[in-house]
């Protein structure tokens, strides 16, 4: 048993991203965010579907195409595989903890 | 976008399953329990993985080996393909809203 809001990393400095569960094609990921932006360059761009929740906190996400996506404690959202993305903001007040599922 | 926490269905004589993602092999799903435990008779006994987590409220997953998980807000458990389950509690007071990721 673990608990998403328990035992986050201390060093605000960085992004964390630490595996769940990661099983053939499926991996499970909390990130933990400390105001970060990211890539600072470019975008990201996956070959796997990848579904992400903000658990706490606040997070923005952009797709190349200008949406923009502000999510908030509970919300949800599907990034297609190729869909070239990145975090805009997170809130550097408090820590923003994602829960991402990466999928083919 | 969709919140997880929001539009939570309105019957509360009833367990309620929704698909958020539905992806080969891969499905995501919400669980908004009001004090059922489930199921009534036997196990769960799925032939994929289950990783859960509680979101909001309280819910007891029981091992047919015994083992007990006491699951509140943010803890997580990784229900093994085979593995004989069961729900022997959740708040009747208030929704206990589950996230399940099912996996090969």
């Given at each position: 048993?673990?608990?998403l809001?328990?035992?986050?990393?201390?060093?605000?400095?960085?992004?964390?991203?630490?595996?769940?569960?990661?099983?053939?094609?499926?991996?499970?990921?909390r990130?933990?965010?400390?105001?970060?932006?990211?890539p600072?360059?470019?975008?990201?761009d996956?070959s796997?579907?990848?579904?992400?929740?903000v658990?706490?906190?606040?997070?923005?996400?952009?797709?190349?195409?200008?949406?923009?996506?502000?999510?908030?404690?509970?919300?949800?959202?599907?990034?297609?595989?190729?869909q070239?993305?990145?975090?805009?903001?997170?809130?550097?007040?408090?820590?923003t903890?994602?829960?991402?599922?990466?999928?083919?």
């Open positions: 048993m673990m608990n809001f328990a035992n986050l990393p201390t060093d605000r400095t960085v992004e964390h991203f630490q595996d769940i569960v990661s099983q053939g094609n499926v991996r499970i990921e990130i933990v965010s400390y105001g970060q932006q990211s600072e360059q470019g975008w990201y996956q796997q579907q990848e579904w992400v929740m658990l706490q906190g606040r997070g923005i996400v952009v797709f190349d195409d200008g949406r923009e996506f502000d999510l908030t404690a509970g919300d949800s959202l599907l990034v297609a595989a190729g070239k993305h990145k975090v805009s903001y997170t809130d550097p007040a408090h820590a903890i994602w829960l991402a599922v990466f999928f083919d």
